[in-house]
């Protein structure tokens, strides 16, 4: 019998490695994503910018960014990113990588001026078509001062799935990478709830994590790591 | 013909523990070791429609026995000793990037242990099973690749049949009381038997189900895999080869016509049996 045990168990070795799923892709903008999502400085600070270049996967790839600024009078840009502010006005910082440009507007004032610049997004979700999977209820993208917030409303109700995760996209394919605990950012995708979904219906509020700028990504979305997406909300 | 390629998954035990009419005589035992394997991309959502899925494996070494205590009095065990789950990575067919890692989890399963009684009624063979469903498994695993659905489960089910010395026909019907919050579970299963080459080749054919009552609460159904509100109805075929009197090998085969909160791919199980 003891042979046998380790027989069976050797079959099972052979048979049960980690195979690959291959996920069909859609091709995207190439994109330089700049963070953090600062707007307003006030005279003599200096911000350390970080870019990142996604290629037409949406995927990072590490290429060498150039930055810039048109305004050298309002600011001085370092090679590394390092912004300081010079004088007052509305300053331009670019960051270039394989002709991909992405641009960066900074208000400068010689006062302490809290950053009170505010915008909101809407959408309501819609099921994907997944099987039975549904999702409904609105959603709400809010930025205050350089951060952003996802609430979804009361009406909010998703399928229970074991799991489930709230994402910023650009497409609704099902293509994107998902990490615990450990946001996944990149041209394709945002990962915004850093933990699988426990409650599925009723208002919640997710804080974005530091260095996703929510203007990067079309689509709130619902997708289980298992396989199909739930549903999406396209925010405008 | 697609919808013949579906099946189960951790609810393996169903296909063992199933219509037995008859209790075995005292001091009288069969035993068997196998392993098990479905390799799924799609499930059957809550709904009952078919959604695809990162591919999983599940892989199964488990003991099964069943002894005479008595002429009337049988106890029954199934021991999963290993549950190995796999979870394939996926990555971009187009750019080969990693999207997410594989995952895998071995552990012991849920031990079900089952006393059987024959009950003195009538001409034909009845028998009432205890069925106690262990939660020994792994239900605590992050990712939600458990082993057990972390519950104790009893289940209780009459058993009738027929039969003659070439072949035999058994009908069972139970209640199974999950707890937790779980949803409780009517089971139910036929079979028909016909023994040929002088007795040396069994061959069964085995419809075997569940339907749920639904009755548990929504939020156990987040926690695992498949665990909560699962049905299905599974034709299977089995085959038992008697190498010697005493020993021999077998090979089963199960699908589902329907299902929900299942994976819906075949199982295939290989064994070795002795009594």
């Known amino acids: 019998m003891k042979h046998l045990f380790l027989i069976l168990s050797g079959i099972i070795g052979l048979n049960s490695c980690i195979g690959t799923d291959l996920i069909e892709e859609i091709q995207v903008p190439e994109q330089i994503l700049i963070s953090p999502n600062i707007s307003s400085v006030k005279i003599g600070d200096e911000v350390q910018f970080n870019a990142v270049y996604t290629n037409k996967y949406g995927m990072l790839e590490n290429k060498q960014v150039i930055w810039s600024t048109t305004t050298p009078e309002l600011v001085n840009v370092s090679s590394t990113g390092l912004v300081k502010a010079l004088e007052s006005g509305e300053a331009i910082i670019k960051a270039i990588a394989e002709n991909v440009v992405s641009t960066r507007i900074l208000n400068i004032s010689s006062d302490i001026m809290p950053d009170t610049t505010a915008f909101q997004r809407n959408g309501t979700f819609i099921s994907a078509g997944s099987g039975s999977y549904t999702v409904s209820g609105d959603v709400v993208i809010t930025t205050i001062a350089g951060k952003s917030k996802i609430m979804v409303k009361e009406n909010f109700k998703v399928s229970s799935g074991p799991s489930l995760f709230l994402l910023l996209t650009n497409h609704t394919n099902g293509s994107y990478m998902v990490v615990n605990n450990n946001p996944a950012i990149n041209g394709t995708s945002a990962q915004i709830s850093l933990t699988r979904l426990t409650n599925f219906q009723g208002a919640m509020t997710w804080d974005v994590p530091a260095g996703i700028d929510v203007n990067n990504y079309k689509y709130a979305l619902l997708y289980c790591t298992l396989g199909p997406v739930f549903g999406y909300a396209e925010v405008n | ?275």
């Open chain 2, 1 to 275: 013909m697609r919808q013949l390629t579906i099946s189960i998954f951790l609810f393996l035990s169903i296909l063992r523990l199933s219509a037995q009419a008859w209790t075995k005589p005292k001091g009288e035992g069969f035993y068997k070791l196998d392993y098990t394997l479905i390799q799924a991309n799609q499930v059957f959502d809550p709904g009952g429609k078919i959604v695809s899925f990162r591919t999983l494996g599940n892989h199964t070494i488990s003991l099964y026995g069943e002894r005479g205590i008595t002429d009337k009095f049988t106890l029954q065990a199934y021991v999963p000793l290993l549950v190995r789950n796999v979870l394939n990575e996926t990555r971009g067919a187009l750019s080969g990037v990693l999207l997410e890692h594989g995952i895998e989890n071995n552990n012991i399963g849920d031990i079900d242990i089952a006393f059987r009684y024959a009950l003195p009624i009538g001409k034909l063979p009845v028998s009432l099973t205890i069925l106690l469903g262990l939660p020994t498994g792994n239900s605590t695993q992050n990712s939600g690749l458990f082993t057990g659905d972390g519950e104790f489960n009893q289940m209780f089910k009459l058993s009738s049949g027929i039969g003659s010395a070439k072949w035999w026909t058994q009908f069972g019907l139970g209640f199974n009381n999950r707890t937790k919050g779980f949803s409780d579970e009517i089971r139910y299963d036929a079979e028909f038997g016909y023994k040929m080459f002088g007795n040396k080749l069994l061959t069964i054919f085995k419809l075997s189900g569940i339907e749920s009552l639904n009755n548990g609460t929504e939020a156990v159904s987040s926690t695992g895999l498949f665990s909560n509100n699962v049905e299905f109805l599974s034709p299977g075929l089995e085959f038992l080869y008697f190498l010697k009197p005493k020993l021999g090998i077998s090979f089963r085969a199960a699908g589902a016509v329907k299902g929900q909160n299942v994976l819906a791919s075949p199982s295939f199980s290989f064994g070795v049996f002795t009594q």
